[in-house]
């Protein structure tokens, strides 16, 4: 039973567009968010992370929001670039416990 | 510079084989992982290190072994491979109380 249920699978967006991808957990012990972006052939990298105790977080064009009552979280790409074409997973991982749980991943497309 | 290593990158074995995949950091990391990536699963946990001679099982810990006899390296066996061991593994690593993972570059494992 997955523990981080992710959404969409696939995502197509024209470049400039906003992409949006969204995760719900289960576990309440969960308090660290992140999300992990990885291109073919090439490991996991981290792209930006969470606590529950912030709604949202921005990194340039990237933002986490977190909507705790909902067990909640979501990543939004501002101005989607061919580059950012990947796949992403969120994750979520209970306090200093490493046991991270993974979303099954979105795999986005930016069109040009 | 430091990083963190895997080898093989591409493993191709029969059942019933003993198959051991290497990853390698040089971060002087205490925490150690191992994942396997399938379709429709993002990543799954199999077993993690907080340090030498500490392992534990993660989620998905049945048919795999890992020992840590010193800080850099953490190998992972199969004790005997079966076709449902087809997988990309990916070895990881963190400092200390962190949770943020560094990824390894990944190993494809073909059972036959």
């Known amino acids: 039973q997955q523990q981080v249920k992710q959404s969409p699978q696939s995502l197509i967006v024209q470049k400039g567009g906003i992409s949006i991808i969204n995760c719900a957990y289960e576990n309440t012990a969960f308090d660290y968010f992140p999300w992990y972006q990885q291109f073919p052939g090439k490991g996991p990298a981290l792209l930006i992370a969470i606590r529950p105790d912030v709604s949202e977080k921005k990194e340039g064009r990237f933002t986490i929001s977190f909507n705790k009552s909902a067990k909640q979280f979501s990543l939004h790409i501002m101005d989607s670039q061919p580059g950012d074409s990947a796949t992403y997973f969120c994750a979520a991982s209970p306090g200093n416990n490493n046991d991270m749980r993974f979303g099954a991943g979105t795999r986005l497309t930016v069109k040009p | 510079d430091a990083e963190i290593t895997q080898s093989p990158r591409h493993k191709i074995t029969e059942t019933g084989r003993q198959v051991t995949l290497a990853c390698h950091q040089t971060w002087n990391h205490n925490n150690m992982f191992w994942y396997r990536q399938d379709l429709g699963h993002g990543l799954r946990l199999i077993h993690y290190s907080y340090g030498v001679q500490d392992t534990n099982k993660g989620e998905v810990s049945d048919g795999y072994s890992v020992s840590r006899s010193n800080t850099e390296d953490l190998p992972l066996t199969l004790e005997s491979a079966a076709s449902s061991q087809t997988s990309v593994y990916f070895c990881?690593?963190?400092?200390?109380?962190?949770?943020?993972?560094?990824f390894g570059p990944g190993t494809r494992l073909t059972v036959l």
């Open positions: 990881a690593s963190s400092v200390g109380a962190s949770v943020t993972q560094y």
